[in-house]
């Protein structure tokens, strides 16, 4: 046999044998970590009691006053515990607190003292009946006024802008989406970017309460949803007028007593969502938040009213008491590059094998296989070189 056959033969072999181990470990369900994650189910298999119906409570813990809201949840703002909830996952239409994710989303992205100038198409677009801060078209904002319209007035038409400039409604609605996901609020799915009712959006009560405790980690977003009232546009002028925050809890209007150490957040209604209330409040160092959706009592002011009894429940409860469950821990934001974010960590089991299994090539089998080829051609090479050796001994 030639060399060169020899060599074809002894190649063939090294991958004949590397193959197969490339092929088995392109079954395994384990992931290049440039590759897409594989979907995650919006629900588990019960495991978490946050995924049953009905209120929840740890066992030896008080029960929290009956609330007829559809979906609430209260938690530990700083640990992360939640203390009770009741169908924390259900899927409703958020209304405006769905702003909390916009704001989530993009105020990281612009300077609070940036100015813009209005133009007719921030203003386009707008759906019937949304709710108005009342900006004007040429004049000039600075983005804190902005901010200001979105949680003081839940002004859609701030929104808007704030959209137009983040590259438009298509793009921010995108980009609050790839939010949602990157920090495990796997029950939202967003079809507005200022909450207006819009068919197939839906959030819960634990969605809202985990984008809130992140947005709450900005000094900024902290800032602007505490705010009870300010000046539209704060640089005055003879256009300018007075807005107050519509959060009646906050304020303290419409029947409602003000809250002692509220840190507001965002409240929100629509036909479809009724009345819906993120709320954090602040009491001997310790801060709890309370989301509630939809209450059913059909008296006025039941959101708020629900949510100050819950919060009072919430820090009459030992901060050592067993939780429910414990919400993931916060992960960095990352405003301008949603894409390919990392998957959030979640209080869900992992998926099985079965459900997550895709093409893959481990480091290890690519190793080795490329070891295995290499190995033949320079056992190729050493025997040629050998051979040549020989051959030129006897001639001399």
Known sequence: MS??????????AAVAVS???LVLASLSPAARADSPPAPQPAANSGQSALYRTGVQVASGVARPPAATALSWMVTDLRTGRVLAARNAHRQLPPASTLKTLFALTVLPKFPPQEVHRTAETDL???????SLVGMKEGTRYTVADLWRGVFLASGNDAVHTLAVMNGG????????QATARRIGARDTVVKSADGYDT???HSSAYDLSVIAR?????????????TRT??????????????????????GSHGVVQYPGLLGVKNGYTTEAGNTLVTAAE???RTLLVTVMNPQSGQPNDAYNETRSLLDWGFATSPTASPVSVLPSLTPARPTSPAGTPAPAEHTPPVAASQTSHVTVSGWTAFVFAGGVAAAALACALLIARRRARRQGGQA
């Open 214 to 226: 992140a947005g709450l980690t900005n000094a900024e977003f902290r800032r602007f949803a505490s």
């Open 199 to 201: 068919p197939g959006q």
């Open 169 to 176: 409604v298509p793009a921010t609605i995108k980009d609050m």
């Open 283 to 285: 009491r001997n160092g």
């Open 3 to 12: 060399q060169a056959m020899w060599c074809s033969v002894r190649f063939r």
């Open 19 to 21: 193959l197969p181990a």
């Open 230 to 251: 300010a000046r539209f546009p704060a640089s005055g002028g003879p256009g300018a007028f007075g807005i107050q925050n519509t959060n009646r809890l906050l304020v």
């Open 124 to 130: 386009t677009g707008l759906q019937p009946g949304s």
